[in-house]
């Protein structure tokens, strides 16, 4: 009976193994390859001495990883003839330097092959068939340690049909081996000649590149004060490799009370940067929302931004409302609203609104002494009151405070409001302050009287009254300006026309009534052009000439026209230009001219 054993793929090429090898190509079949190779070790232990005893520990445990292989499948005889057993190694997988990161692999490897000595057999084995790899991948605590057979798992992906995988999933800055098992496909191999035995590649040892933390988780809360939060936070799932130094920076919005740096665009600000995994965030408002998220370091870099979490420090009194603001009174009763101050963490559940007793409009009220109490004048959750029976022409004021669960708000600041407000008396005259020939400014002073509230815009209107200036805007008053200067501009106007101007003045309770007009007139200006001449009635010797006057004189008496001749072309007549006086033929929107020409006057060719 034939038996070839043939060592493993993690043997090396020392003559001392090839030895081994030949020795076992060259077996009897009274003896077993389990035997012989166990007589070569002893033989090679002999002669080279301890010196080598850690390299033959090496080869002896490759032998014994074949030896299994063997045990579990024991040699096959058939009919007069022996099974031969070879062995089918596979090269020793290369990773990919440019595609090794922190979190994959990429590793390659060359075609199997039989192992060393089996081309020397008498019997060639038929040529190998690869049907697809068998991939298993470890992680590795100290490379120099050897790799139990239990640790080694397969790919989560399943078995490859080329010749290079992908390993993926992995921890950075962690240290990997992967090896590589080709199966072979037995539909040209005659299994009753020939029993193939595939062993796994020597395994490829490599480490990935370290990388940034992971995302934060949101902060926890640990403590809560009115002013003040602490939060703590976990250690990163995945510092980024063994031996990270890890520190943090926490960030939180809207910023502290006393914090003078620049907010980012969504309101966050760097509160802390240390290696604690808590902080304490003081000088806060009470009652108010807080949200915080943390980012990691480690000598690579800083992770993304955390995830957020929001948290709320205790509830408090109200703050100190704004002071109340009257919208509308009459001769005894004033209305006023007021908006909500923040609630610190606690529900407003009523407002407490009180006046003074007042004082006649002109006079200065009592701020001390008797005559300045406040009493009551509404109480309730509103954000509105009418404050009635009030004297006709007092002014009064008014305070404010909010409720909640916590206590009572400081009062507000004190608002002063007169009963009886009426419409504002009617405005001086306005002055004009300057003209043109197309603008003209005027300005103006308060009323006397404001009718008890103040005067908050100003309305000016215009009317034309020259003709020229109807035609333009009609003879209808015009506003022409609103606002709360005390003084316009008119623009666009006519050369040499005559406007007016009134104005009046609005408060609270409306608008009071127009003043006196004033007129004005823009500077004077050329005028119009007149209408074509037409000729009509001609002599031997002249011409009566006809036009109509402009439709604007610019603002003056026109006082003469020009009316030039211009000769036919091949005549050699060539008059003056005639200047006419004004006729009294003006008066019927018609002018006329006799010209005084020569005897002789070329004909027209």
């Known amino acids: ?17 090839q030895h081994a090898l030949s020795s076992a190509a060259q077996f009897s079949p009274a003896q077993s390859p389990k035997a012989a190779a166990q007589e070569d070790r002893e033989e090679e232990c002999a002669a080279d001495g301890p010196a080598e005893a850690e390299e033959d520990e090496q080869e002896q445990g490759v032998s014994e990883q074949a030896e299994q292989v063997e045990e579990q499948e024991p040699e096959r005889e058939l009919e007069g003839d022996t099974v031969l057993t070879v062995d089918c190694l596979c090269p020793t997988p290369e990773i990919i330097q440019t595609e090794l990161d922190s979190s994959s692999a990429h590793l390659v490897w060359s075609d199997p092959h039989y192992a060393p000595g089996v081309s020397e057999m008498e019997d060639v084995p038929p040529p190998l068939q690869i049907h697809r790899f068998e991939v298993d991948w470890t992680q590795v605590t100290d490379p ?44 040209d191999v005659d299994q009753d000649n020939w029993d193939i035995h595939t062993l796994p590649s020597k395994p490829a040892i490599f480490t990935t590149l370290p990388s940034v933390p992971s995302q934060i988780k949101p902060p926890v809360l640990v403590s809560r004060e ?79 931004r955390g995830l957020p979490a929001t948290f709320s420090t205790q509830a408090t009194v109200p703050s100190q409302p704004s002071p109340p603001v009257a919208v509308k009174s009459n001769e005894t009763s004033v209305s006023l609203y007021w908006k909500a101050p923040p ?43 009418q404050v009635k029976g009030l004297h006709s022409g007092f002014r009064y004021r008014f305070r404010l405070r909010a409720h909640n669960s916590e206590g009572s708000s400081y009062w507000s600041e004190c608002l002063t409001a007169a009963t009886a407000a009426t419409l504002p008396s009617c405005p001086m005259m306005p002055t004009v302050i300057n003209t043109t020939r197309t603008s003209a400014t005027v300005s103006w002073a308060l009323p006397q009287n404001d009718g008890g509230a103040q005067i908050v815009y100003h309305q000016v209107e215009l009317q034309a009254l020259s003709r020229p200036a109807v035609d333009l805007m009609g003879p209808d008053w015009m506003q ?25 003045c609005a408060n609270s309770s409306g608008w009071g009534a127009f003043c006196f007009p004033v007129e004005l007139a823009t500077a004077a200006d050329v ?53 006419l006086h004004l006729s009294q033929q003006h008066q019927h929107q018609q002018l006329a001219a006799t010209a005084s020409l020569p005897q002789h006057l070329p004909q027209s060719p």
């Open 1 to 17: 009976m034939k038996v070839l054993s043939v060592q493993p793929p993690m043997m090396d090429s020392s003559p001392r193994m």
């Open 343 to 385: 609630n610190n963490g606690s529900e407003i559940t009523s407002y407490t609104l009180e006046r003074d007793e007042g004082c006649a409009v002109g006079q200065q009220p009592q701020t001390s002494g008797t005559g300045s109490s406040f009493c009551l004048a509404y109480a309730g959750p509103l954000l509105c009151a």
């Open 226 to 304: 009115r002013k003040a939060l602490k939060v703590k936070w976990a250690f990163p799932d995945e510092p980024g490799g063994p031996d990270m130094q890890i520190s943090y920076s926490l960030f939180v919005s809207p910023p502290p009370t006393d914090h003078g740096g620049m907010a980012d665009p969504e309101g966050f600000v760097q509160v802390y940067s240390g290696d604690e995994p808590s902080f304490k965030l003081q000088r806060l408002l009470p009652g108010q929302r807080y949200t915080f998220w943390v980012m990691a370091w480690n000598q690579v870099g800083c992770s993304e």
């Open 144 to 187: 120099g340690d050897p790799i139990k057979e239990e640790d080694w798992r397969p790919l989560p992906s399943g078995d490859v049909d080329t010749q290079d995988v992908k390993v993926a999933g992995l921890r950075p800055g962690h240290t990997y081996a992967v090896r590589v098992r080709p199966v072979l496909d037995w539909e």
């Open 527 to 579: 005028p119009d052009a007149p209408g074509p001449p037409a000729i009509q009635e001609g002599g031997t010797n002249s011409l009566i000439v006809q036009w109509h006057p402009p439709l604007h004189n610019g603002g003056a008496r026109i006082t003469r026209y020009h009316l030039e001749l211009t000769p036919l072309p091949g005549s050699t007549f060539s008059p003056s230009p005639m200047v």
């Open 480 to 504: 022409t300006f609103e606002g709360t200067t005390m003084g316009c501009t008119f623009m666009n106007l006519r050369p040499g026309c005559t406007y007016r101007a009134r104005m009046r």
